[in-house]
């Protein structure tokens, strides 16, 4: 089964405040990340990925972290906005190559 | 806008009935792959077609199908639809086959079973 999972699956946030989102994932073997966000009514939107021989990865306002110790992946968002309230999933790329284990979704509020 | 169409937008029908939903993919993407979302559900991997070629099955029923045109469209068909069957069914596609790449998702197809 799948092996992605999500610590939260709620968070709300102040806007201005930084969000953390949190991922754990379960094989180690995983060497690419991706996270998406979904907004109500629209598909998955591609954020930011990952790959293994990396830690931490940044983007637009956005930074994935990863720990392979303890099987960990984080999406954090600076300046958190009204638009950034969606669901995040993290998806972990199986070893079978480019197919993906979704996790759930955390469901991020931004409270204005 | 992630470049990946998907028809229709919603989809209402009854059990026991045969739909199909279509996907195109960005231009230039060889690789599509289909997916359920039911409600608070994640995304289940259903198939994965390559260059018109079926390349991996997931959690997909037998009652579905799919398919990918020379055109590199692709279609799912269901048929005799259960009440379970309704969710959001998203269609994503991708460069190719090869790992790390990321997949880029269509805005889905919603079908409600009556």
């Known amino acids: 089964g799948e092996s992605v999972g999500l610590h939260l699956p709620t968070l709300s946030v102040q806007e201005g405040d930084n969000s953390i989102i949190n991922c754990a994932y379960s094989?180690?073997?995983?060497?690419?990340f991706i996270w998406y966000k979904q907004e109500s009514g629209k598909g998955p939107q591609f954020i930011i990925d990952?790959?293994?021989?990396?830690d931490k990865r940044q983007g637009q306002r956005v930074t994935v972290l990863l720990n392979k110790t303890v099987k960990h992946l984080s999406l954090q968002i600076a300046a958190t906005q009204p638009g950034d309230s969606a669901v995040y999933f993290c998806a972990e790329e199986k070893d079978t190559g480019n197919q993906f284990y979704f996790g759930t979704g955390t469901s991020l509020t931004v409270i204005p | 806008d992630s470049g990946v169409t998907q028809t229709p937008k919603h989809l209402i029908t009854a059990t026991g009935q045969r739909v199909t939903l279509r996907c195109s993919p960005r231009s230039g993407d060889l690789s599509v792959y289909w997916y359920q979302q039911s409600l608070d559900q994640g995304l289940q991997f259903l198939i994965q077609?390559?260059?018109?070629?079926?390349?991996a099955k997931g959690n997909i029923l037998e009652r579905f199908s799919a398919q990918q045109f020379p055109d590199l469209h692709s279609e799912l068909n269901l048929s005799s639809l259960e009440l379970g069957d309704s969710a959001l069914y998203f269609c994503?596609?991708?460069?190719?086959?090869?790992?790390?790449?990321?997949?880029?998702f269509g805005d889905g197809t919603r079908l409600s079973i009556l």
């Open positions: 094989n180690s073997a995983s060497d690419y």
């Open positions: 994503a596609s991708s460069v190719d086959s090869d790992s790390n790449q990321p997949q880029h």
């Open positions: 990952i790959r293994s021989n990396m």
């Open positions: 077609y390559y260059n018109g070629e079926e390349r």
